[in-house]
């Protein structure tokens, strides 16, 4: 995704709480062992300020915040790009995995199961033409984008089976105390200054677009 530093957050909070959503369950209420209610997830629609789409998240202040920590974490690591050396670049994964537990003195494994990576360019467009228009086009192709996030994560690809209760934090992060989301981490790295022409294949759209 090409972006402004202003749309960053938005653009990459929009994807990663798309993918969330469909890795979160309600809160599992064991009656005894093997038996388990799951409570419900609530759905909050948010509306972004920088570009034009809503999309759906949980109803979660707690993954909400935690979400939005790591993602302005990763915009401070862009900005430690030299800007005079070119387009600030870089990769932001969301990895979902599981615990395996092992006995002492080793410690226990995180198995990957599932990796979302996005690269971000940040580029500076020259006026508010430019801008609006491309606040429009960024809509267009966030909304693809997660439409295509919606029918990977509807395949029967793989998910860990629900553990007993014992071994419920091997799968599931209990922490949040509305959802549960199955454990994730989020990781970041800068790439450097990328390519001028990526800025110049932006406004060469943005040119198209205003000619219609």
């Given at each position: 995704m090409t972006v402004e530093s202003k749309q960053l957050e938005e653009v990459v909070n929009?994807?990663?709480?798309?993918?969330?959503?469909?890795?979160?369950?309600?809160k599992f209420h064991y009656k005894q062992e093997g038996a388990f209610l799951i409570g419900t997830v609530g759905v909050v629609e948010t509306d972004c300020d920088f570009v034009d789409l809503t999309y759906v998240r949980c109803n979660s202040p707690t993954l909400d915040k935690n979400l939005r920590r790591e993602v302005s974490a990763f915009k401070d690591v862009l900005r430690s790009t030299d800007v005079n050396a070119g387009l600030q670049s870089g990769h932001i994964s969301l990895e979902f995995y599981q615990k395996k537990k092992n006995r002492w003195p080793f410690p226990d494994e995180s198995i990957p199961w599932e990796v979302w990576t996005l690269?971000?360019?940040?580029?500076?467009?020259?006026?508010e033409?430019?801008?609006?228009?491309?606040?429009?086009?960024?809509?267009?192709?966030?909304n693809a984008k997660i439409i295509c996030i919606v029918e990977a994560m509807?395949?029967?690809?793989?998910?860990?089976?629900?553990?007993?209760?014992?071994?419920?934090?091997?799968?599931?992060d209990t922490t949040c105390?509305?959802?549960?989301?199955?454990?994730f981490k989020i990781s970041c790295q800068n790439s450097g200054p990328t390519n001028a022409s990526v800025g110049a294949a932006v406004r060469k759209l943005l040119r198209d677009t205003l000619a219609l």
């Amino acid at each position: 995704m090409t972006v402004e530093s202003k749309q960053l957050e938005e653009v990459v909070n929009s994807i990663f709480h798309t993918i969330l959503f469909h890795r979160t369950t309600g809160k599992f209420h064991y009656k005894q062992e093997g038996a388990f209610l799951i409570g419900t997830v609530g759905v909050v629609e948010t509306d972004c300020d920088f570009v034009d789409l809503t999309y759906v998240r949980c109803n979660s202040p707690t993954l909400d915040k935690n979400l939005r920590r790591e993602v302005s974490a990763f915009k401070d690591v862009l900005r430690s790009t030299d800007v005079n050396a070119g387009l600030q670049s870089g990769h932001i994964s969301l990895e979902f995995y599981q615990k395996k537990k092992n006995r002492w003195p080793f410690p226990d494994e995180s198995i990957p199961w599932e990796v979302w990576t996005l690269k971000i360019n940040v580029i500076s467009l020259s006026n508010e033409q430019e801008r609006q228009a491309y606040r429009e086009k960024l809509g267009e192709i966030l909304n693809a984008k997660i439409i295509c996030i919606v029918e990977a994560m509807n395949r029967n690809d793989y998910i860990p089976k629900a553990p007993n209760q014992a071994l419920l934090d091997t799968v599931f992060d209990t922490t949040c105390p509305d959802v549960q989301p199955f454990l994730f981490k989020i990781s970041c790295q800068n790439s450097g200054p990328t390519n001028a022409s990526v800025g110049a294949a932006v406004r060469k759209l943005l040119r198209d677009t205003l000619a219609l």
